[in-house]
């Protein structure tokens, strides 16, 4: 080979080095235009920086323990739950969004129930001397579900055990209760004022650790008509009344319970979508809870619902800080009055701020024990939501469960009476709440935080 074909070749090969250097350098890579993205990958980025923990779960815990520690229950109707509505929506004013016509606060009328400070469960001789007084929270408790109330009977007592057994009885003891609405009619029709039973629950163990203030007005109720005393004593007190009853006792109960009409008021804000032809998506969770007992022990209601309360809010302020406006319109809700009866989400179904259809996933009870899967309560079955949830869950390793029934009471539930496509995530730890232990403290916060990174990557990609 002569020495000018040699010096061809030489030229020719560093020629093609620099070219296939050149090409393997990044550098060489040209910035794309942001004009010619598409809509459709636009929103890559901001799901691929949902795994960088945008959900602050230190900004929500502290909310949550705020809720729970500062506002003594957060009872519907009380000063505190107003007070805790106003802290909400400060809330949602500094995230910027938007307020429904008439303001982030939209009141309605509401019945609640008032506690007194006047409680009695006693035991008396044929000539009115007390023979043995019971203590409230150490041996009895009131209940004031359904056609349950307040009032002060004094009587002989027996044990009967259905509601036909009463005759000219104005108190009874009866060893299973009447906790549905008919037996308690039943009851009414026959003159009974007073019903007293043993306290027992398959899911809590001793029902008599919550059962204390869990108030529920829910319908059919009568609260404006005649009522009856419920009450629920331990099994052991139970045996010792129905021998009491035996020997001739009377036994004196008085329950100091009202009802009083009251307004209150459901949290609401919004970001508004860019496509009207997607169902809006409402993120909900109730911000009431049982309150106090007349003894001023305060019930916190950390996991219900402080937890679902501060999750509505940390994924509000996480939508809310990215740069792109989202498809579907995402409305944020602190329902009030659940306790007792449902009654916020009741009021947003009559007067939504968002034309229907919409879709709602409500939180009560997150971040509890991991044991605990996530339950999906109340969705239709074939449910697209339900099913693109239940991936993003198994996608974050989060155990879950999925019932197409609707049992649990919780906020979902009106709108899926109504056709509405809706469903409540819980975790059903049932062993503290509406107690005294329901406090910060037994919040998982790995728990809880992997929900809500879990939420916030699931409606980045459904909403935007």
Request: hydrophobic share 40%; glycine share 8%; charged share 25%.
């Given at each position: 080979m002569n020495r000018k074909k040699l010096g061809f070749i030489i030229i020719l090969f560093a020629i093609l080095g620099l070219i296939w250097i050149t090409w393997l350098s990044p550098q060489s890579t040209p910035a794309p235009d942001p004009s010619a993205i598409s809509s459709e990958t636009e929103s890559?980025?901001?799901?691929?920086?949902?795994?960088?923990?945008?959900?602050?779960?230190?900004?929500?815990?502290?909310?949550?323990?705020?809720?729970?520690?500062?506002?003594?229950?957060?009872?519907?109707g009380t000063k505190k739950n107003q007070e805790a509505v106003e802290l909400i929506s400060k809330e949602f004013k500094a995230i910027g969004l938007e307020a429904p016509k008439g303001g982030y606060q939209q009141g309605f009328q509401a019945m609640v129930p008032v506690f007194g400070e006047t409680f009695v469960l006693e035991v008396k001789d044929p000539h009115g001397e007390s023979v043995k007084a019971y203590q409230l929270r150490k041996d009895y408790a009131f209940g004031t579900a359904y056609y349950a109330g307040g009032g002060d009977i004094e009587s002989t007592f027996r044990e009967i055990n259905k509601p036909s057994d009463a005759e000219n009885d104005l108190i009874i003891l009866h060893p299973e209760g009447v906790r549905l609405p008919h037996l308690q009619q039943d009851l009414l029709e026959k003159g009974v004022k007073a019903v007293i039973a043993p306290t027992s629950n398959p899911l809590r163990g001793d029902e008599f650790e919550y059962v204390i203030k869990a108030a529920s007005i829910r319908e059919p109720a009568n609260k404006r008509g005649e009522t009856l005393i419920l009450?629920?004593?331990?099994?052991?007190?139970?045996?010792?009344?129905?021998?009491?009853?035996?020997?001739?006792?009377?036994?004196?109960?008085?329950?100091?319970?009202?009802?009083?009409?009251?307004?209150?008021?459901?949290?609401?804000?919004?970001?508004?979508g860019t496509d009207s032809s997607l169902p809006p998506l409402v993120i909900g969770g109730h911000l009431d809870h049982v309150g106090s007992d007349p003894n001023g022990v305060i019930f916190?209601?950390?996991?219900d619902n402080a937890s679902g309360t501060s999750m509505v809010v940390q994924l509000a302020r996480s939508m809310a800080a990215k740069e792109m406006q989202p498809k579907r319109t995402l409305v944020f809700a602190a329902f009030n009055g659940e306790e007792v009866g449902l009654l916020g989400s009741i009021d947003f179904l009559r007067n939504p701020p968002i034309?229907?259809?919409?879709?709602?996933?409500?939180?009560d009870m997150v971040g509890t024990d991991p044991s605990y899967?996530?339950?999906?309560?109340?969705?239709?079955?074939?449910?697209?939501?339900?099913n693109e949830l239940l991936d993003a869950a198994k996608d974050w390793d989060i155990p879950t469960d999925a019932s197409t029934q609707g049992e649990y009471a919780s906020d979902h539930l009106p709108f899926l009476q109504s056709g509405i496509n809706a469903f409540t995530l819980i975790q059903l730890d049932m062993q503290r709440i509406h107690t005294p232990d329901d406090d910060p403290s037994d919040i998982h916060l790995e728990q809880?935080?992997?929900?809500?990174?879990?939420?916030?990557?699931?409606?980045?990609?459904?909403?935007?």
């Amino acid at each position: 080979m002569n020495r000018k074909k040699l010096g061809f070749i030489i030229i020719l090969f560093a020629i093609l080095g620099l070219i296939w250097i050149t090409w393997l350098s990044p550098q060489s890579t040209p910035a794309p235009d942001p004009s010619a993205i598409s809509s459709e990958t636009e929103s890559d980025p901001i799901i691929l920086n949902n795994r960088e923990n945008d959900f602050n779960e230190d900004a929500a815990f502290t909310l949550l323990t705020t809720l729970a520690n500062d506002y003594e229950g957060r009872m519907a109707g009380t000063k505190k739950n107003q007070e805790a509505v106003e802290l909400i929506s400060k809330e949602f004013k500094a995230i910027g969004l938007e307020a429904p016509k008439g303001g982030y606060q939209q009141g309605f009328q509401a019945m609640v129930p008032v506690f007194g400070e006047t409680f009695v469960l006693e035991v008396k001789d044929p000539h009115g001397e007390s023979v043995k007084a019971y203590q409230l929270r150490k041996d009895y408790a009131f209940g004031t579900a359904y056609y349950a109330g307040g009032g002060d009977i004094e009587s002989t007592f027996r044990e009967i055990n259905k509601p036909s057994d009463a005759e000219n009885d104005l108190i009874i003891l009866h060893p299973e209760g009447v906790r549905l609405p008919h037996l308690q009619q039943d009851l009414l029709e026959k003159g009974v004022k007073a019903v007293i039973a043993p306290t027992s629950n398959p899911l809590r163990g001793d029902e008599f650790e919550y059962v204390i203030k869990a108030a529920s007005i829910r319908e059919p109720a009568n609260k404006r008509g005649e009522t009856l005393i419920l009450s629920y004593v331990t099994p052991e007190i139970y045996e010792e009344l129905v021998d009491f009853s035996e020997q001739g006792y009377r036994l004196h109960v008085s329950n100091d319970l009202t009802f009083e009409t009251v307004t209150l008021h459901n949290v609401i804000g919004m970001i508004p979508g860019t496509d009207s032809s997607l169902p809006p998506l409402v993120i909900g969770g109730h911000l009431d809870h049982v309150g106090s007992d007349p003894n001023g022990v305060i019930f916190p209601g950390a996991l219900d619902n402080a937890s679902g309360t501060s999750m509505v809010v940390q994924l509000a302020r996480s939508m809310a800080a990215k740069e792109m406006q989202p498809k579907r319109t995402l409305v944020f809700a602190a329902f009030n009055g659940e306790e007792v009866g449902l009654l916020g989400s009741i009021d947003f179904l009559r007067n939504p701020p968002i034309q229907s259809p919409y879709e709602v996933i409500n939180f009560d009870m997150v971040g509890t024990d991991p044991s605990y899967p996530l339950s999906m309560d109340g969705v239709a079955r074939n449910s697209d939501l339900l099913n693109e949830l239940l991936d993003a869950a198994k996608d974050w390793d989060i155990p879950t469960d999925a019932s197409t029934q609707g049992e649990y009471a919780s906020d979902h539930l009106p709108f899926l009476q109504s056709g509405i496509n809706a469903f409540t995530l819980i975790q059903l730890d049932m062993q503290r709440i509406h107690t005294p232990d329901d406090d910060p403290s037994d919040i998982h916060l790995e728990q809880f935080d992997r929900i809500g990174e879990m939420m916030e990557d699931f409606i980045t990609e459904y909403a935007y």
